[in-house]
């Protein structure tokens, strides 16, 4: 029973610890968006802007609670709760040093989760019957068909290295020598894909704003926007945490980490404000022509490299 209790503290604090970090992650990418565009960002509420996120949330969920009147209801407003809770329950495969809910099967349990995030985003198009979030939803999963399949291929790779479902093998696996160094292929490959699976610049099709007039989230305000804006940003913060543990050879326990994962996502950010968006038909023709057999021949030679 104590260790229920402890399991169950311990996942509510990391819950609430990764909504704080969500809000100084928009603080920063809102300040990298401005300096990149020479003008400056968020400055006024707070010190330096610091308290603009949470006066943007306080903002948001005092809104007027409103619905489309064609829209199916229930489903229209289940679907951005659907979606902020994948984001969060994924966290729970954090590799802790001690003991709490890092089993060896957390690999797995990534899989499993991150396959079940796009029926948020299919629901949220869906239910608001307007045809831009059809269009954006339609997107998303033909998208996500495309690539997910080359990325699960290629943390296959890896996998074959540490013989091991475990993230915390994989940082126990680095102690002499980063994984980077000897996958730069599969560092980039997989990078590029979260940045799909994220639906960031180059690769958001499902908000394309200047096709799709914001995509799937387009008929959301207030709280259901803010859910779905929470539920991309925790992921982009648990993306940059994978690429630490999976090639970085980061434990949590040292500052070193946290330095990382604010490096990769401040390349994230970066992505945002330097690169166009991609065409569609490109991104299809990338996944399935290029990754797809890309990824089935790395996963021969570092299966062969590895016995």
Not at 51 to 59: G, I, L, N, T
Not at 63 to 87: D, G, T, V
Not at 182 to 200: D, G, K, Q, V
């Amino acid at each position: 029973m104590e260790i229920f209790f402890l399991n169950f503290f311990n996942c509510l604090i990391m819950s609430l610890f990764s909504l704080v970090g969500v809000a100084f992650l928009v603080l920063m990418e809102r300040k990298m968006l401005g300096y990149l565009q020479f003008r400056k960002g968020p400055n006024k509420v707070g010190v330096w802007g610091v308290f603009q996120p949470f006066s943007d949330a306080v903002k948001l969920y005092t809104k007027e609670f409103f619905f489309p009147c064609k829209s199916n209801f229930f489903i229209y407003w289940f679907s951005p709760f659907l979606s902020m809770f994948i984001s969060l329950i994924i966290w729970f495969m954090f590799p802790y040093t001690l003991i709490v809910v890092s089993w060896k099967f957390s690999i797995l349990f990534m899989f499993m989760v991150m396959s079940f995030s796009v029926y948020g985003v299919m629901l949220s198009g869906w239910s608001s019957n307007s045809s831009y979030s059809l269009l954006g939803c339609m997107r998303v999963l033909a998208q996500s068909i495309s690539y997910e399949v080359s990325f699960f291929i290629l943390i296959l790779s890896t996998i074959f290295f540490t013989k091991s479902l475990s993230i915390y093998s994989f940082c126990k696996f680095q102690n002499l020598n980063y994984f980077f160094f000897l996958m730069i292929p599969l560092f980039i490959m997989i990078f590029t894909s979260f940045l799909a699976e994220l639906n960031r610049t180059p690769f958001d099709f499902s908000e394309g704003e200047s096709e799709l007039v914001s995509g799937f989230n387009v008929e959301y305000g207030g709280a259901g926007f803010a859910f779905i804006f929470l539920a991309e940003y925790l992921s982009i913060i648990f993306s940059s945490s994978i690429l630490c543990w999976c090639f970085l050879g980061s434990l949590t326990m040292n500052f070193i980490f946290f330095f990382k994962v604010s490096f990769l996502t401040l390349i994230i950010i970066l992505i945002r404000g330097v690169l166009p968006r991609y065409r569609y038909d490109k991104l299809m023709n990338l996944c399935w022509k290029i990754y797809l057999c890309s990824s089935l021949f790395l996963l021969l030679f570092y299966s062969s490299i590895s016995i």
